[in-house]
Structures are given as C-alpha cells and as structure tokens.
C-alpha cells in the first residue's frame, strides 16, 4: 500500500509492488500467441525469471493465465445490465489486448501475495514499447480456491491501463508525483471496488477480508474509511486540496485558501490518549496528509500559474513560507504519535494481505 504520509511501501513502487509502477525497461520475454474468446491474447514470460521452469511448467503457467483471463471476460460480458466504468475499462483492455498494444506478462519473480502480486508497468523512454499487466504465478495458484480476489487484482490493474490508453502523456508524467500517483491509485480502487459490488456476487464468491473491507468502504463512505485505514491517507484532505489547485482564481487565492484550510486542521486536531488504537490512528491522519502532499499541490499551482514545477520542496518552502510553516507545526504536533500510527498501519496492512 503506498503511503506517502508515512513513507513508501505501496502496490506501485516501481517493478516490486501492485498497482501503479512505470518503467523505462520492459523484459526480454518469451512470446506464446493465444485465441481467447475473439481476443488474440498475448502472455508473456520473463526469460529472465524462468530458467528453473521446465517447458512443462511454463505452458502450464501460460494455459493458466490463458483460464483466468477468459474467466475475467466472460464475467464482464455475462453480467446482464451491467455498463459504467467498471465494463468501460475492462473492454477497453481486452481491446487492446486483441490489438497487441499490451500484453499480460506472468512474472515467477513477483512476489506471491495479494498486495505485490501483480502490477502495470509502461515504458517513459519509447512510446513503440508496449505497456504489461505483470502478475506472479502465485495469483494463478490462488485462483481456483480463491477467485475473486484474482479478478479484483486484475480489474485493478486493467483501471491502471484504463487509464494509461485514455490520457498516455498525463499517466507516463505523474511518475514520482506522489498526489498523481495517489489520485490514479484511488480511481484503480474505486472501479476495482464497483467491480467486487456489481460483478462478483456474495452467495457465488468467498470475498477476502481485504475485498470485504473494500465494499464495505464504498458502501458506507466512497472508500474514505479504506484510504484512511489501509493506505494511511485522509482522501478529503487531498480531495479538497487538489480541488484548489483547479479553481479558476489566482494564485494568491488559492494560497491563501490552502493556509486556511491548514490553520484549522490544526486547530481541529485533538489525540485522543484515552480512545481506541482506531480512534489514536486516525486522529493523526488529516495534519500528516496535509504536511506529505504539499509540495505536490504547490508544485500544480506554480506550474498551472506559469511557473516550472520540478522543483525540490525545499525551493517552495521559501516561496510560501506561512504554509510550510504550517506543515512544521502539524509534524511537530504530530510527531509523538507517529512511531504508534506507523505500527497501527502496518499491523492492518498484514492483517488485510491474509486471504
């Protein structure tokens, strides 16, 4: 799960984790040319990673990946009534499967859990370099007995090239944009999360606690609980903030409405030394999101006001000093806590990777 708020380690670290990753290198592979379903499915094998596979476990390892993906697309087109996103992404993918402008790449270097086993990987160097789903064998292993989970992870990774097709350029630029990565992220979840409600139907599937946590955050509160609890980052902080940046006001406004908005996160934010482990956690959440995302959402306002945006940090802490003032204050108040929060989160993340 990444977390800028409380240091990296997520699903999209390039090449080691789920979710988002983007690569200025794509494997030597080993190319097995399928029919699937109408879809010229294309898989691949690392060659790097399979010198200890025999030909027998790597046709196994492709005709696998070959049931699981057909799986995948029957689902998305026997679901009666079913259109949005979730459909929008997924046939989009099968498309250009079909098309060989990506391919899906099994991985036996991925490591086997839910949480690392599969990831979407684009080249930032050549535009003729297809982008790939990687997944491990270890998502194939796990799909007989636990199928949905799989196509979760999958129509995560599918939302990731969803979005890479849709806008190529702004994907491939978010790479290092901790604000970028996390708003794509939270799309990927949102239709991975419509895609457990719609598509896979309690009484047919044995959701993983991780899925029912999920739903249940989209259900009850458009996934903020689930941002907040396994990804360590207040979504209304962010939202709100990024949400600034678009306004069409000038820029001393929008830095003004920024300072604002920090002066009463802190004077909102209260530790609760007698409440629940819970209860302590998310107390420190909104000041730390805050304080993690700033420098990216100063960075959007120079840039859309006509100013470069690469710089480090430290160049707009002197531009704006009342605001990194701020986010001094709200890590010296929340300082105390954080080696407790740090181990709250990390506790939930092992507990939610169990399937």
Known sequence: MPSPVF????????????????????PNVIR?????????????????????????????????????????????????????QVRDAALLVFKKLKEGEISISIDPGRPGNIYEGAAFSCSIISAERRPLIIISPYLLKIHDSRPSIVYSILIHEFAHAYSFFRNRNDFISSQGNELEIYLYEMDAHFIEAMFIRDYLPGE??????????????????????????????????????????????PKEEKIKTIEKMGDELLEG?????????????????????????????????????????NHPAAFYARMHPAI????????????????????????????????
């Not at 396994?230 to 600034?244: A, F, P, Q």
Request: aromatic fraction near 10%; charged fraction near 30%.
């Open 7 to 26: 240091g990296r380690g997520g699903r999209h670290a390039p090449v080691e984790k789920r979710g988002l990753s983007i690569h200025p290198w794509a």
């Open 32 to 84: 097995a040319l399928r029919a699937l379903c109408g879809f010229c499915l294309v898989l691949i094998l690392s060659a790097c990673r399979t010198a200890d596979l025999s030909g027998e476990d790597k046709i196994s390892l492709i005709k696998k990946g070959e049931q699981v993906t057909g799986s995948l697309l029957n689902i998305i087109r026997e679901t009666p009534g079913k259109k949005g």
């Open 204 to 249: 047919k599937y044995m959701l993983t606690d991780f899925e029912k946590l999920l739903l249940e955050s989209l259900n009850r509160d458009n996934l903020r609980f689930f941002s907040m609890f396994l990804k360590g980052t207040d979504m209304d902080v962010v939202y709100n903030l990024y949400s600034i940046t678009k306004k069409n006001i």
């Open 269 to 309: 934010f209260r530790y609760p030394s007698g409440g629940s482990d819970l209860e302590k956690y998310g107390s420190v959440i909104p000041c730390k999101t805050y304080a993690a995302f700033m420098p990216d959402i100063i960075r959007r306002i120079e840039y859309l006001h006509g100013k470069p945006g």
């Open 324 to 355: 990194y003032g701020l986010c001094r204050r709200m890590l010296e108040m929340t300082g105390p806590y954080e080696d407790d929060a740090i181990k709250f989160h990390r506790m939930n993340l092992e507990r939610f990777k169990k399937i």
